[in-house]
C-alpha cells in the first residue's frame, strides 16, 4: 500500500509540473491579454502606451520561456503570484472559493449515491422487467440532457411554477438541493447502469450460487457478496470522471450563482487571469490525482484479493 | 431485512430535515415583510468586495456617491459638491455641501473629500489618465483641484462611480479589508451584511442629507445567467431584474404583477471599417456598405424591438445626440456607389475591378450574441449588391483586429457615451493613440475637433463640437453606426417611486418605495 502512496507521489508532481507547462503554453497561444481589462479600456480613454507600459509592468514583454520560469521559481516557494483582476494573492483567492464548491459537490456526490445505489439494485433485481427499463430511460435521458438545461427545468418548475425552493443563491439547505440534483443526477443514473451490470455480473458467479445452496437470504447474497464486487467498476469509473464532474461544477455553479472555484475559473479565463487560471489548474490537477489514489486504496478495503495479491508478492 | 431498512430511514430523515429547512426559511422572510420594507434585486454583475474605487456596486446599492452626477436626460449636475466654478479649465474651484455627514456621523467637508480622492487615485490605475488631477487644496468646504493642463472635461469625469467619495478616517481606522467590505459613503443606504460574490445586503441610513429613504432595506442578489434572473422574477423571489432576455419577456409582460421597462441605453452597436484596407479605403465603397446595412431590421429582428435605429455614435436620444434621420436599406443606390468607384458587374452578378471581384473579410465575435447576426444580416444584404462578405468569427475581437491587417471591416459594441459625455468615445476610437482604434481611423478635420472639444468647457459648445465631430464620422463613414440596444429591466408593480436610468449607476435610490 505504501508503495502505491510513494508512486502516486512522484506521479503527482510529474502530472502537475506537464499540466502547468501545457496550461501555461496555451494559454499564452490564446489570443488576448489581460492589459485591456485591467485598464478598464470600456469606459476610460486608454492609450497605447498605457498599454505597452502595463504589458511590461507584468513582464508579458519577456520571452515564454522566461515567463514561466519566473512563475516556476515562485511555485517551488509556494508563491501562486496575485490576480490581475483582484489584486489578491492566488492562493487565498482559491481557498476562499473552495469551501464553496467542495460543499456542492460533496452534496451532489451525496444526492448521486441516494440515487445510484437503490436504482442500480433495483433494476438489477428486476432485469429486463419495468425497473430496469425505468433506469434504461432515465440513463439516457441524464446522458443526454446538458446541465445548464437540467438546471433551468429545475428552477422553473420548483422557484416559478411551484415555489417551494429558492432559485438561486447559497447559504441554506433548500438552496443546495437545485444545484446538488443538477450536478448528480446526470452521474447517478449513468452509474446505476454500470452498477447494474456489475451487479448482474456478481450474480452470475460461482460464489454466489454457492450461497444460494447454502440457503443464504437473497437480500444478503445481493447487498453482502454480489455488491461488494459490483462497486469496484462503478468506483473506478467515478475516479476517472471526477475532472468532467468538476467541469460541470462550472456550469451549475454560475446558473445557480455558486460562488465557487468553477465560477472563478471561467472569470479568469474571460479575463486572462492568467495567475488565477495557473492555480486553479493546479489545485484541481491535484485534486484528481489525490483523488484516483483514494479510489485505488479503497479497493483494498473493499477487495480484499487485492492485499492477498500485495502479500503474495 | 435490518440494513435496508436502515437505508430508508436514513434517507428519509435527510429528506425531512431538507424540507423543515425549507418551510422555517421561507416563513421568515414572510414576517420580515410585514414589518419593514424591503426590495430584492438581482444584479448581472458580481462583485469580490465593494470597494468604491475598483467596483460600481456601492454607487448602485445607494451606498456611496460622487462629486457630481448625471440627471435623467444625462446632464452632469451637482450631487456632493452644490457647485463648481473655474476661470481657465486648468483650476477648479468645488464647494462641497454644507449639509452632508457620512453614515457614521461625521460631517462632509472639503479635506475628506481631497482624501477620499487621493484614495482613488492610488487604488485604480486607470483614473491617473482620466481626472488628470496635478495637486488639491482644502479650504472649509471648498476644494480646489488643480489640473495637469487645461482640462474641461474633469467635471464628467467626476461622475464617474470610481470617484465615489468615502471616509477614509474611518477606513484607515478599520483597516483595508473591512473598508473593502463595509465603506463608509454618503449615500442613502449603508452596508448590512456583504458576502463577496452573493449578496450585498443594505438598511437604511435614517440620517441621510437628502431625506429620509422611504425603505427599511434592501438585499442585493448577484447572478449571471440571464434566464434565471428571469425565472427569479417570475417567481417574485426578485423585486428588480437586470438585463432580461428579450426571448423571456412575454411570459413576463402575461404577469399582471409584472411590468417590463425598455429604456434606451448608452451603448451602441456598429461597424467599423480598416483604413489601411486596400478595399474599404475608397470611401465610395464604405458609403455602399453603410447603405447596405439594414438598422430597421437589425432594431425589429435582432434586437426584437428592444433597441433603437442608430444615426451616429451616440444614442439619439441623449442631448449630444444627432436628429438626423437613419439611413435606410438601399441596395440600388449601393451599387450605382459601387460602380461610381469603378466596380462593374461581372457574370456571375459580382462587383469586380480589374478582375477582382469585391471580396470583404468581416470579424465578429460571440461575447454580444446579436454582433454575428448584424454581421449575417450585412452579408445577406451586401450579396444581393454583389459585394461577398466572408464572416469570421473571432474570440478576442480586440486583440485580433488589432493584431491583423487583412481583415476590411467588425462588427463592434462601446458604450460611447460613459458619464454622459462623448470626449472618451472620441478620443478612445478615432485618435491615434486610442486603445480602441483599430481600424487606424486618422481623419484630419475630425481629429481638429476633438482637440477643440478637449479643450472646450462650456456645455452648449461641447454639444455643438460633439455633434459635429459625430456628422463628420458619419460623412467620412468611418463607422457605420446600426442600433442602440435598450437596457431591460423587469420589475414587480409594488415597487413606486422609481425609474430605471440609462447610465446605470444609481439604481438604489432614497425615494424608491414599495406599495
Same mark, same amino acid.
Given at each position: 500500500?505504501?508503495?502505491?502512496?510513494?508512486?502516486?507521489?512522484?506521479?503527482?508532481?510529474?502530472?502537475?509540473?506537464?499540466?502547468?507547462?501545457? +496550461?501555461?503554453?496555451?494559454?499564452?497561444?490564446?489570443?488576448?491579454?489581460?492589459?485591456?481589462?485591467?485598464?478598464?479600456?470600456?469606459?476610460?480613454?486608454?492609450?497605447?502606451?498605457?498599454?505597452?507600459?502595463?504589458?511590461?509592468?507584468?513582464?508579458?514583454?519577456?520571452?515564454?520561456?522566461?515567463?514561466?520560469?519566473?512563475?516556476?521559481?515562485?511555485?517551488?516557494?509556494?508563491?501562486?503570484? %496575485?490576480?490581475?483582476?483582484?489584486?489578491?494573492?492566488?492562493?487565498?483567492?482559491?481557498?476562499?472559493?473552495?469551501?464553496?464548491?467542495?460543499?456542492?459537490?460533496?452534496?451532489?456526490?451525496?444526492?448521486?449515491?441516494?440515487?445510484?445505489?437503490?436504482?442500480?439494485?433495483?433494476?438489477?433485481?428486476?432485469?429486463?422487467?419495468?425497473?430496469?427499463?425505468?433506469?434504461?430511460?432515465?440513463?439516457?435521458?441524464?446522458?443526454?440532457?446538458?446541465?445548464?438545461?437540467?438546471?433551468?427545468?429545475?428552477?422553473?418548475?420548483?422557484?416559478?411554477?411551484?415555489?417551494?425552493?429558492?432559485?438561486?443563491?447559497?447559504?441554506?439547505?433548500?438552496?443546495?438541493?437545485?444545484?446538488?440534483?443538477?450536478?448528480?443526477?446526470?452521474?447517478?443514473?449513468?452509474?446505476?447502469?454500470?452498477?447494474?451490470?456489475?451487479?448482474?455480473?456478481?450474480?452470475?458467479?460461482?460464489?454466489?450460487?454457492?450461497?444460494?445452496?447454502?440457503?443464504?437470504?437473497?437480500?444478503?447474497?445481493?447487498?453482502?457478496?454480489? !455488491?461488494?464486487?459490483?462497486?469496484?467498476?462503478?468506483?473506478?469509473? !467515478?475516479?476517472?470522471?471526477?475532472?468532467?464532474?468538476?467541469?460541470?461544477?462550472?456550469?451549475?455553479?454560475?446558473?445557480?450563482?455558486?460562488?465557487?472555484?468553477?465560477?472563478? #475559473?471561467?472569470?479568469?479565463?474571460?479575463?486572462?487571469?492568467?495567475?488565477?487560471?495557473?492555480?486553479?489548474?493546479?489545485?484541481?490537477?491535484?485534486?484528481?490525482?489525490? &483523488?484516483?489514489?483514494?479510489?485505488?486504496?479503497?479497493?483494498?478495503?473493499?477487495?480484499?484479493?487485492?492485499?492477498?495479491?500485495?502479500? &503474495?508478492? | 431485512?435490518?440494513?435496508?431498512?436502515?437505508?430508508?430511514?436514513?434517507?428519509?430523515?435527510?429528506?425531512?430535515?431538507?424540507?423543515?429547512?425549507?418551510?422555517?426559511?421561507?416563513?421568515?422572510?414572510?414576517?420580515?415583510?410585514?414589518?419593514?420594507?424591503?426590495?430584492?434585486?438581482?444584479?448581472? !454583475?458580481?462583485?469580490?468586495?465593494?470597494?468604491?474605487?475598483?467596483?460600481?456596486?456601492?454607487?448602485?446599492?445607494?451606498?456611496?456617491?460622487?462629486?457630481?452626477?448625471?440627471?435623467?436626460?444625462?446632464?452632469?449636475?451637482?450631487?456632493?459638491?452644490?457647485?463648481?466654478?473655474?476661470?481657465?479649465?486648468?483650476?477648479?474651484?468645488?464647494?462641497?455641501?454644507?449639509?452632508?455627514? !457620512?453614515?457614521?456621523?461625521?460631517?462632509?467637508? #472639503?479635506?475628506?473629500?481631497?482624501?477620499?480622492?487621493?484614495?482613488?487615485?492610488?487604488?485604480?490605475?486607470?483614473?491617473?489618465?482620466?481626472?488628470?488631477?496635478?495637486?488639491?487644496?482644502?479650504?472649509?468646504?471648498?476644494?480646489?483641484?488643480?489640473?495637469?493642463?487645461?482640462?474641461? #472635461?474633469?467635471?464628467?469625469? $467626476?461622475?464617474?462611480?470610481?470617484?465615489?467619495?468615502?471616509?477614509?478616517?474611518?477606513?484607515?481606522?478599520?483597516?483595508?479589508?473591512?473598508?473593502?467590505?463595509?465603506?463608509?459613503?454618503?449615500?442613502?443606504? %449603508?452596508?448590512?451584511?456583504?458576502?463577496?460574490?452573493?449578496?450585498?445586503?443594505?438598511?437604511?441610513?435614517?440620517?441621510?442629507?437628502?431625506?429620509?429613504?422611504?425603505?427599511?432595506? &434592501?438585499?442585493?442578489?448577484?447572478?449571471?445567467?440571464?434566464?434565471?434572473?428571469?425565472?427569479?422574477?417570475?417567481?417574485?423571489?426578485?423585486?428588480?431584474?437586470?438585463?432580461?432576455?428579450?426571448?423571456?419577456? =412575454?411570459?413576463?409582460?402575461?404577469?399582471?404583477?409584472?411590468?417590463?421597462?425598455?429604456?434606451?441605453?448608452?451603448?451602441?452597436?456598429?461597424?467599423?471599417?480598416?483604413?489601411?484596407?486596400?478595399?474599404?479605403?475608397?470611401?465610395?465603397?464604405?458609403?455602399?456598405?453603410?447603405? $447596405?446595412?439594414?438598422?430597421?431590421?437589425?432594431?425589429? =429582428?435582432?434586437?426584437?424591438?428592444?433597441?433603437?435605429?442608430?444615426?451616429?455614435?451616440?444614442?439619439?436620444?441623449?442631448?449630444?445626440?444627432?436628429?438626423?434621420?437613419?439611413?435606410?436599406?438601399?441596395?440600388?443606390?449601393?451599387?450605382?456607389?459601387?460602380?461610381?468607384?469603378?466596380?462593374?458587374?461581372?457574370?456571375?452578378?459580382?462587383?469586380?475591378?480589374?478582375?477582382?471581384?469585391?471580396?470583404?473579410?468581416?470579424?465578429?465575435?460571440?461575447?454580444?450574441?446579436?454582433?454575428?447576426?448584424?454581421?449575417?444580416?450585412?452579408?445577406?444584404?451586401?450579396?444581393?449588391?454583389?459585394?461577398?462578405?466572408?464572416?469570421? +468569427?473571432?474570440?478576442?475581437?480586440?486583440?485580433?483586429? #488589432?493584431?491583423?491587417?487583412?481583415?476590411?471591416?467588425?462588427?463592434?459594441?462601446?458604450?460611447?457615451?460613459?458619464?454622459?459625455?462623448?470626449?472618451?468615445?472620441?478620443?478612445?476610437?478615432?485618435?491615434?493613440?486610442?486603445?480602441?482604434?483599430?481600424?487606424?481611423?486618422?481623419?484630419?478635420?475630425?481629429? +481638429?475637433?476633438?482637440?477643440?472639444?478637449?479643450?472646450?468647457?462650456?456645455?452648449?459648445?461641447?454639444?455643438?463640437?460633439?455633434?459635429?465631430?459625430?456628422?463628420?464620422?458619419?460623412?467620412?463613414?468611418?463607422?457605420?453606426?446600426?442600433?442602440?440596444?435598450?437596457?431591460?429591466?423587469?420589475?414587480?408593480?409594488?415597487?413606486?417611486?422609481?425609474?430605471?436610468?440609462?447610465?446605470?449607476?444609481?439604481?438604489?435610490?432614497?425615494?424608491?418605495?414599495?406599495?
Amino acid at each position: 500500500m505504501f508503495t502505491i502512496i510513494k508512486n502516486r507521489v512522484i506521479q503527482l508532481i510529474v502530472v502537475l509540473f506537464i499540466l502547468s507547462l501545457f +496550461t501555461f503554453t496555451l494559454m499564452k497561444m490564446a489570443p488576448g491579454d489581460p492589459v485591456l481589462t485591467i485598464l478598464n479600456a470600456d469606459e476610460m480613454v486608454v492609450t497605447e502606451e498605457d498599454q505597452a507600459e502595463l504589458r511590461n509592468k507584468l513582464g508579458f514583454d519577456q520571452p515564454l520561456y522566461i515567463q514561466y520560469g519566473r512563475w516556476m521559481l515562485n511555485l517551488m516557494q509556494f508563491d501562486l503570484g %496575485k490576480s490581475y483582476m483582484t489584486g489578491k494573492p492566488v492562493v487565498e483567492e482559491l481557498l476562499t472559493r473552495l469551501p464553496i464548491t467542495a460543499e456542492l459537490t460533496f452534496f451532489a456526490l451525496t444526492l448521486m449515491l441516494c440515487i445510484t445505489v437503490p436504482l442500480g439494485v433495483w433494476s438489477a433485481k428486476y432485469v429486463n422487467r419495468w425497473p430496469d427499463q425505468f433506469s434504461r430511460i432515465l440513463a439516457l435521458v441524464g446522458a443526454s440532457i446538458p446541465s445548464f438545461w437540467l438546471g433551468l427545468i429545475l428552477i422553473y418548475f420548483f422557484a416559478f411554477k411551484l415555489g417551494v425552493l429558492p432559485s438561486s443563491g447559497i447559504g441554506s439547505y433548500p438552496q443546495i438541493i437545485l444545484p446538488a440534483f443538477t450536478l448528480g443526477f446526470t452521474y447517478a443514473v449513468i452509474y446505476a447502469r454500470l452498477l447494474r451490470a456489475g451487479l448482474l455480473q456478481s450474480l452470475s458467479e460461482d460464489y454466489v450460487y454457492a450461497a444460494r445452496a447454502r440457503g443464504v437470504k437473497e437480500w444478503r447474497i445481493l447487498w453482502l457478496h454480489a !455488491f461488494r464486487a459490483a462497486i469496484l467498476p462503478v468506483l473506478t469509473i !467515478f475516479g476517472l470522471s471526477l475532472g468532467s464532474f468538476l467541469g460541470g461544477a462550472v456550469v451549475v455553479e454560475i446558473l445557480f450563482s455558486w460562488p465557487g472555484l468553477g465560477s472563478l #475559473a471561467i472569470d479568469a479565463i474571460l479575463n486572462r487571469d492568467y495567475p488565477v487560471i495557473q492555480g486553479y489548474v493546479l489545485l484541481t490537477g491535484v485534486f484528481v490525482v489525490l &483523488a484516483n489514489l483514494i479510489v485505488d486504496l479503497s479497493y483494498y478495503v473493499i477487495d480484499p484479493r487485492m492485499k492477498r495479491k500485495e502479500e &503474495a508478492l | 431485512m435490518r440494513n435496508y431498512k436502515n437505508v430508508l430511514v436514513g434517507i428519509l430523515c435527510l429528506v425531512l430535515v431538507l424540507i423543515a429547512g425549507c418551510s422555517t426559511t421561507q416563513k421568515s422572510t414572510e414576517k420580515q415583510e410585514d414589518k419593514e420594507k424591503n426590495v430584492n434585486m438581482i444584479f448581472s !454583475f458580481k462583485a469580490a468586495d465593494l470597494d468604491p474605487h475598483t467596483g460600481f456596486i456601492p454607487i448602485r446599492a445607494g451606498i456611496t456617491e460622487t462629486l457630481l452626477k448625471l440627471d435623467e436626460k444625462s446632464n452632469i449636475e451637482g450631487w456632493l459638491a452644490e457647485k463648481w466654478e473655474t476661470a481657465d479649465n486648468q483650476k477648479w474651484v468645488f464647494d462641497i455641501r454644507d449639509d452632508v455627514k !457620512f453614515q457614521d456621523g461625521k460631517k462632509l467637508d #472639503a479635506e475628506s473629500v481631497k482624501q477620499s480622492l487621493e484614495r482613488c487615485l492610488k487604488a485604480n490605475e486607470s483614473l491617473e489618465g482620466s481626472l488628470k488631477i496635478k495637486s488639491m487644496e482644502a479650504d472649509g468646504q471648498t476644494l480646489t483641484i488643480n489640473t495637469t493642463e487645461p482640462y474641461p #472635461a474633469l467635471p464628467s469625469e $467626476l461622475v464617474n462611480p470610481y470617484t465615489s467619495i468615502v471616509n477614509m478616517e474611518a477606513a484607515n481606522k478599520d483597516g483595508e479589508e473591512a473598508f473593502k467590505n463595509n465603506p463608509v459613503g454618503t449615500g442613502a443606504f %449603508k452596508v448590512k451584511e456583504f458576502k463577496a460574490n452573493q449578496f450585498v445586503e443594505v438598511e437604511k441610513n435614517e440620517n441621510y442629507w437628502a431625506g429620509e429613504p422611504k425603505l427599511d432595506s &434592501a438585499m442585493i442578489k448577484f447572478n449571471e445567467d440571464a434566464n434565471v434572473r428571469a425565472l427569479a422574477l417570475q417567481s417574485k423571489e426578485a423585486d428588480v431584474v437586470y438585463n432580461l432576455p428579450a426571448e423571456s419577456l =412575454d411570459a413576463i409582460k402575461k404577469d399582471n404583477k409584472l411590468n417590463v421597462k425598455s429604456i434606451p441605453g448608452l451603448r451602441a452597436h456598429f461597424v467599423l471599417y480598416n483604413s489601411q484596407s486596400e478595399n474599404v479605403k475608397d470611401l465610395k465603397v464604405r458609403q455602399a456598405l453603410d447603405l $447596405l446595412l439594414d438598422r430597421e431590421s437589425v432594431a425589429k =429582428d435582432i434586437m426584437l424591438g428592444h433597441g433603437l435605429e442608430a444615426n451616429g455614435p451616440f444614442n439619439s436620444t441623449l442631448p449630444f445626440g444627432l436628429d438626423e434621420e437613419v439611413s435606410e436599406l438601399n441596395v440600388e443606390k449601393a451599387k450605382s456607389l459601387l460602380t461610381q468607384a469603378g466596380y462593374k458587374e461581372n457574370a456571375e452578378g459580382l462587383m469586380e475591378k480589374g478582375g477582382k471581384p469585391l471580396t470583404l473579410e468581416l470579424v465578429t465575435y460571440k461575447a454580444r450574441p446579436e454582433l454575428p447576426l448584424i454581421a449575417q444580416l450585412l452579408q445577406s444584404d451586401a450579396s444581393k449588391a454583389g459585394i461577398k462578405i466572408n464572416i469570421k +468569427t473571432v474570440e478576442n475581437a480586440d486583440t485580433h483586429l #488589432a493584431e491583423n491587417k487583412d481583415w476590411d471591416l467588425a462588427t463592434y459594441s462601446n458604450n460611447t457615451s460613459p458619464r454622459g459625455d462623448g470626449s472618451y468615445f472620441f478620443n478612445t476610437a478615432f485618435t491615434e493613440t486610442g486603445a480602441l482604434n483599430v481600424g487606424k481611423i486618422n481623419i484630419p478635420e475630425l481629429n +481638429t475637433l476633438i482637440q477643440e472639444l478637449n479643450r472646450t468647457t462650456d456645455l452648449d459648445e461641447r454639444t455643438k463640437l460633439t455633434q459635429e465631430a459625430a456628422k463628420v464620422i458619419n460623412k467620412e463613414v468611418a463607422h457605420s453606426y446600426a442600433v442602440y440596444p435598450n437596457i431591460i429591466i423587469g420589475m414587480n408593480k409594488r415597487i413606486v417611486n422609481w425609474e430605471p436610468t440609462a447610465e446605470e449607476y444609481y439604481i438604489l435610490t432614497h425615494n424608491m418605495d414599495v406599495k
